[in-house]
């Protein structure tokens, strides 16, 4: 008991400070605050120093014979408490080796997890006391809330790697090399523990319909309407728990902040074996992926919002997101070549404090076990935003086979970050944006020659490819047209260009240029009979539709919603198109080696030569699967800038 009269003593003591340095209002540097109020300094638990020279490098290319040894801290809770509050010990060690440490690491959020949390004033602000080897540490609320919980559940006898505890935050040499093993740190763990955030009066019920769902089997699965409240069958397989209150539940945990964060993609990605919770509640992964899946190819986002989540905003659709983590974990288990792009793509709605952190926090995907970051990757928090992204673009024309990068730059409507070269994909923009099919590798647009690219200058992109067409006629985006329902101008296009062209189809392109010819099963063309699915979802029927025609469209609204970020278009030569919504008419359309599919590009001049800016990537009806290589066209070099 000796410990515990130690630390009232001490407790006490820091209070009596704390109260008079609250009326105190210059502000203290860090080592004098620790001396004064007895807080919590890293100077007590030291990681290995940092070798010569390594400080003075960061920023610059190095490789890993320069960085530092590999040594982290690690937390225990301790099952004793001081003057009521949790009390911890940390120790430092090294990662890896013959005497690896057992421990778990924990993937949570700093913030609010929830909207009603952010309403109620939870923020990322540490204002919450625990101990730390006899000294005072403040942690935010929801990292407090956890470390109560794990309290709770007895967990002593395990080492816990907690970022906002065992790294120095305001130390940005060591944030830097900490942030260059993370990937390393999460691999390395026994277990990662996700935290959701505390439980909330959604979270049983949500946790009752997941384990009616997780029962039934995948032909039973398929057969639910999550909308379908009245349904028998609905209620024959699941019971009580196909209820609006459910399914609204269920909402509002994937809608949780967890869901939506950068950082816990590689967390989730890297872990040998994981445990989910949500206060009490435990949550198995794999059963949250299925019925992930499950929503998002079962219930368009429309349904979604209107009648599952009522007036919630977009973030309850983060429903989908366990489905991009497990697609994800694939493709890096897999070897998958262009695994960081892909990431990329897949996360670009995820949310970072950092625009760093969209590029940072999936590095750890890249650099497995025997291979090194790129070395213009490495962490460093004070270059530009631009410059990394630049770089990143780089690293993955330069390591790949093909141009699929060039198809994500999206062109000025999606640009937050200044002095990126066009073709450089702004990954701050936290929008689902192009085709939304990851990879793209059902088109075949370019056939398949051989990739042409050389970077020069440092800005400059010089690729090889003809130019097909002139984009001579914008109608709205998908987007307006899924939140007004007027397609007004969209149907005047297609007459005028049935007018012109009687002898071609357009019925059939018009709808399947909407839908980028593909479904959710993935196949290339669409074989579904979804002939009139359109007309009936926009209520241009001239009779009522049979309940089959309702299913159709149903389903074809599920496909259509899944990439609204796209725009209408017809060309000079007659032929319809939809892609990046930036794109303007006098825009060219160009079919370039190594691309998957076509390019918009806008003419420009840099130092008197012919040079483009890349508006970014599109479908074009008929010329998806290297329809254009069977006319006589001459490759020539385009200059991207």
Same mark, same amino acid.
């Given at each position: *008991?000796?410990?515990?009269?130690?630390?009232?003593?001490?407790?006490?003591?820091?209070?009596?400070?704390?109260?008079?340095?609250?009326?105190?209002?210059?502000?203290?540097?860090?080592?004098?605050?620790?001396?004064?109020?007895?807080?919590?300094?890293?100077?007590?638990?030291?990681?290995?120093?940092?070798?010569?020279?390594?400080?003075?490098?960061?920023?610059?290319?190095?490789?890993?014979?320069?960085?530092?040894?590999?040594?982290?801290?690690?937390?225990?809770?301790?099952?004793?408490?001081?003057?009521?509050?949790?009390?911890?010990?940390?120790?430092?060690?090294?990662?890896?080796?013959?005497?690896?440490?057992?421990?778990?690491?924990?993937?949570?959020?700093?913030?609010?997890?929830?909207?009603?949390?952010?309403?109620?004033?939870?923020?990322?602000?540490? $204002?919450?006391? !625990?101990?730390?080897?006899?000294?005072?540490?403040?942690?935010?609320?929801?990292?407090?809330?956890?470390?109560?919980?794990?309290?709770?559940?007895?967990?002593?006898?395990?080492?816990?790697?907690?970022?906002?505890?065992?790294?120095? #935050?305001?130390?940005?040499?060591?944030?830097?090399?900490?942030?260059? &093993? *993370?990937?390393?740190?999460?691999?390395?763990?026994?277990?990662?523990?996700?935290?959701?955030?505390?439980?909330?009066?959604?979270?049983?019920?949500?946790?009752?319909?997941?384990?009616?769902?997780?029962?039934?089997?995948?032909?039973?699965?398929?057969?639910?309407?999550?909308?379908?409240?009245?349904?028998?069958?609905?209620?024959?397989?699941?019971?009580?728990?196909?209820?609006?209150?459910?399914?609204?539940?269920?909402?509002?945990?994937?809608?949780?902040?967890?869901?939506?964060?950068?950082?816990?993609? #590689?967390?989730?990605?890297?872990?040998?074996?994981?445990?989910?919770?949500?206060?009490?509640?435990?949550?198995?992964?794999?059963? *949250?992926?299925? &019925?992930?899946?499950?929503?998002?190819?079962?219930?368009?986002?429309?349904?979604?919002?209107?009648?599952?989540?009522?007036?919630?905003?977009?973030?309850?659709?983060?429903?989908? $997101?366990?489905?991009?983590?497990?697609?994800?974990?694939?493709?890096?288990?897999?070897?998958?070549?262009?695994?960081?792009?892909?990431?990329?793509?897949?996360?670009?709605?995820?949310?970072?404090?950092?625009?760093?952190?969209?590029?940072?926090?999936?590095?750890?995907?890249?650099?497995?076990?025997?291979?090194?970051?790129?070395? /213009?990757?490495?962490?460093?928090?004070?270059?530009?935003?631009?410059?990394?992204?630049?770089?990143?673009?780089?690293?993955? &024309?330069?390591?790949?086979?093909?141009?699929? !990068?060039?198809?994500?730059?999206?062109?000025?409507?999606?640009?937050?970050?200044?002095?990126?070269?066009?073709?450089?994909?702004?990954?701050?923009?936290?929008?689902?944006?192009?085709?939304? &099919?990851?990879?793209?590798?059902?088109?075949?647009?370019?056939?398949?020659?051989? /990739?042409?690219?050389?970077?020069?200058?440092?800005?400059?992109?010089?690729?090889?490819?003809?130019?097909?067409?002139?984009?001579?006629?914008?109608?709205?985006?998908?987007?307006?047209?899924?939140?007004?329902?007027?397609?007004?101008?969209?149907?005047?296009?297609?007459?005028?260009?049935?007018?012109?062209?009687?002898?071609?189809?357009?019925?059939?392109?018009?709808?399947?240029?909407?839908?980028?010819?593909?479904?959710?099963?993935?196949?290339?063309?669409?074989?579904?009979?979804?002939? $009139?699915?359109?007309?009936?979802? *926009?209520?241009?029927?001239?009779?009522?539709?049979?309940?089959?025609?309702?299913?159709?469209?149903?389903?074809?609204?599920?496909?259509?919603?899944?990439?609204?970020?796209?725009?209408?278009?017809?060309?000079?030569?007659?032929?319809?198109?939809?892609?990046?919504?930036?794109?303007?008419?006098?825009?060219?359309?160009?079919?370039?080696?190594?691309?998957?599919?076509?390019?918009?590009?806008?003419?420009?001049?840099?130092?008197?030569?012919?040079?483009?800016?890349?508006?970014?990537?599109?479908?074009?009806?008929?010329?998806?699967?290297?329809?254009?290589?069977?006319?006589?066209?001459?490759?020539?070099?385009?200059?991207?800038?």
């Amino acid at each position: *008991m000796w410990c515990y009269s130690h630390s009232f003593s001490l407790w006490k003591s820091i209070t009596q400070t704390i109260k008079g340095d609250a009326r105190s209002k210059k502000k203290q540097t860090e080592a004098q605050s620790d001396e004064k109020l007895g807080q919590f300094s890293y100077s007590i638990v030291p990681i290995r120093p940092l070798r010569h020279g390594f400080r003075r490098s960061l920023g610059k290319r190095y490789s890993s014979f320069q960085t530092p040894r590999r040594f982290i801290r690690l937390l225990r809770i301790l099952p004793t408490r001081s003057d009521g509050l949790l009390e911890c010990h940390i120790r430092a060690v090294k990662l890896g080796g013959v005497h690896a440490p057992e421990y778990d690491a924990l993937s949570y959020t700093w913030g609010p997890t929830t909207r009603e949390e952010t309403r109620d004033g939870m923020s990322n602000e540490k $204002n919450r006391t !625990i101990v730390c080897n006899n000294k005072q540490l403040l942690v935010t609320e929801n990292l407090f809330n956890c470390l109560t919980q794990l309290e709770e559940d007895g967990h002593y006898d395990r080492d816990l790697w907690i970022d906002a505890i065992c790294v120095n #935050q305001n130390d940005k040499a060591e944030l830097n090399h900490q942030v260059s &093993i *993370m990937a390393d740190i999460y691999r390395s763990a026994d277990r990662v523990i996700v935290w959701l955030g505390a439980a909330d009066e959604f979270t049983e019920l949500a946790w009752e319909l997941i384990n009616s769902l997780r029962q039934l089997s995948e032909e039973d699965l398929l057969t639910i309407h999550p909308q379908a409240f009245e349904s028998k069958r609905n209620a024959e397989l699941i019971g009580h728990a196909n209820s609006l209150e459910h399914w609204r539940a269920l909402a509002s945990l994937f809608g949780r902040t967890w869901f939506t964060r950068a950082w816990v993609v #590689q967390e989730l990605v890297l872990a040998k074996s994981t445990s989910v919770y949500c206060g009490s509640f435990d949550f198995v992964w794999d059963d *949250m992926v299925s &019925i992930s899946h499950f929503l998002a190819t079962k219930i368009s986002a429309n349904t979604f919002k209107a009648q599952i989540f009522d007036s919630l905003d977009g973030s309850s659709l983060s429903y989908k $997101n366990p489905t991009k983590l497990a697609e994800i974990k694939k493709s890096h288990r897999d070897g998958t070549r262009d695994v960081l792009l892909y990431s990329l793509i897949r996360c670009r709605t995820y949310e970072a404090s950092n625009d760093h952190d969209k590029v940072y926090s999936l590095l750890g995907l890249v650099n497995r076990q025997g291979q090194d970051y790129p070395a /213009c990757l490495y962490p460093d928090y004070s270059s530009d935003v631009a410059t990394l992204y630049t770089n990143v673009a780089k690293y993955i &024309i330069e390591s790949s086979d093909n141009l699929h !990068i060039l198809a994500h730059a999206e062109g000025d409507r999606f640009r937050h970050v200044t002095g990126l070269p066009t073709w450089v994909p702004d990954w701050s923009v936290k929008k689902d944006l192009g085709l939304r &099919i990851t990879g793209y590798a059902r088109y075949e647009a370019a056939g398949t020659l051989e /990739c042409f690219k050389e970077i020069r200058d440092g800005d400059v992109l010089a690729l090889q490819g003809f130019e097909l067409d002139t984009v001579s006629r914008i109608g709205e985006t998908k987007e307006e047209v899924n939140q007004s329902k007027d397609c007004a101008d969209w149907l005047d296009l297609r007459r005028e260009l049935e007018e012109e062209y009687p002898e071609r189809d357009f019925g059939d392109a018009f709808w399947r240029t909407l839908l980028i010819d593909t479904d959710p099963s993935s196949k290339v063309p669409i074989t579904r009979p979804w002939e $009139n699915a359109f007309d009936v979802w *926009m209520n241009l029927c001239a009779n009522e539709p049979s309940e089959e025609e309702k299913q159709r469209a149903t389903a074809f609204e599920t496909s259509f919603t899944h990439s609204l970020s796209l725009r209408l278009f017809r060309t000079a030569n007659g032929h319809l198109g939809c892609g990046t919504s930036s794109c303007r008419e006098g825009d060219l359309i160009w079919i370039v080696k190594g691309s998957r599919v076509p390019l918009i590009l806008r003419p420009t001049q840099r130092k008197n030569l012919q040079t483009y800016n890349l508006v970014g990537g599109t479908y074009l009806h008929g010329f998806m699967q290297g329809e254009a290589l069977e006319g006589k066209h001459e490759f020539r070099e385009v200059v991207l800038v």
